[in-house]
């Protein structure tokens, strides 16, 4: 094996990294310092880390979809959709500690909470779900102007809508939940033009693969969701959160969640094709 020298300037994976400076970030705030609470800041830090990489290719769908790249556009989508499949593992590296100990350091982190993360509530924003009432929570902090601007922005299922609009498809003009909550038509309308897509994959197979990605990141969120909150239930029981939240009740709220409500419901609609289709 023959061992590579380095000159005095090169740039060092550290340095690339930034490693020594990240792991200086897990600063414990236990007294004496508990021996799980290494393993708790870790696996949320990692989250965040994950939920940039999330947003960061989540923007880039979008572009593309707006530039009507549509398997390019997929690429993207599917990444995400591994990544979150990674976080619904790794949220369960959090049943190695006990319940016992986790409450020798859980009272050093109040007021803070789950709830407070701003990248979570920017992901739903820049899915699609965009709950005013989170507006709210950062209402007078300095992260309140990127969730104020996530929510001005076009988000995935807009843009989604827009693309296929764009693309021949009779989809209504005003494609937000409340809107189609509140019209009949444009929901069988909306249907109709999804229902051309999911009818004939073949014909329609770029579409269908971006379509079936955006499921299966909605599919991904909402496993992530029910997994976070059987872990939350298995180490605090029903205790409230540390943010004042109902704790574990208050996650159960989330379950139904969807991002595309109406890819899901399409298939309500789908017929048996004619033999040799």
């Not at 990248?119 to 739903?124: A, L, M, P």
């Not at 296929?164 to 989809?171: K, M």
């Not at 205790?239 to 139904?256: D, H, I, N, Q, V």
Request: charged residues 25%; glycine residues 4%; negative net charge.
């Amino acid at each position: 094996m023959t061992m590579t020298s380095y000159a005095d300037g090169d740039l060092t994976y550290n340095e690339y990294l930034r490693v020594p400076e990240l792991l200086q970030l897990q600063q414990l705030l236990s007294q004496p310092p508990h021996h799980d609470e290494m393993l708790f800041i870790v696996i949320h830090q990692t989250y965040e880390l994950w939920f940039k990489l999330i947003l960061h290719e989540l923007e880039k769908a979008i572009q593309l979809m707006q530039q009507q790249h549509v398997l390019r556009a997929h690429h993207f989508v599917r990444r995400v959709v591994e990544i979150v499949r990674l976080l619904v593992k790794q949220i369960h590296i959090l049943e190695t500690m006990t319940a016992a100990d986790f409450l020798c350091f859980r009272d050093r982190l109040k007021p803070a909470s789950g709830f407070q993360s701003l990248q979570f509530r920017e992901i739903e924003f820049v899915a699609g779900l965009k709950d005013p009432r989170y507006l709210q929570t950062f209402a007078g902090r300095p992260e309140s102007a990127t969730l104020e601007q996530r929510y001005r922005e076009p988000d995935l299922r807009t843009t989604y809508y827009e693309m296929l609009r764009g693309l021949g498809f009779e989809v209504p003009a005003d494609v937000s939940l409340a809107a189609l909550e509140k019209d009949e038509t444009a929901q069988t309308q909306l249907l109709a033009a999804l229902k051309q897509i999911y009818q004939n994959p073949i014909e329609e197979m770029r579409l269908y693969l971006l379509s079936e990605a955006l499921v299966d990141f909605d599919q991904s969120l909402s496993l992530w969701r029910v997994h976070h909150v059987n872990v939350v239930e298995r180490i605090i029981g029903s205790k409230p959160g540390t943010g004042g939240s109902s704790g574990a009740g208050y996650l159960r709220t989330t379950l139904e969640k969807r991002c595309f409500p109406y890819l899901w419901q399409v298939r309500t609609h789908l017929e048996k094709p004619e033999i040799g289709d």
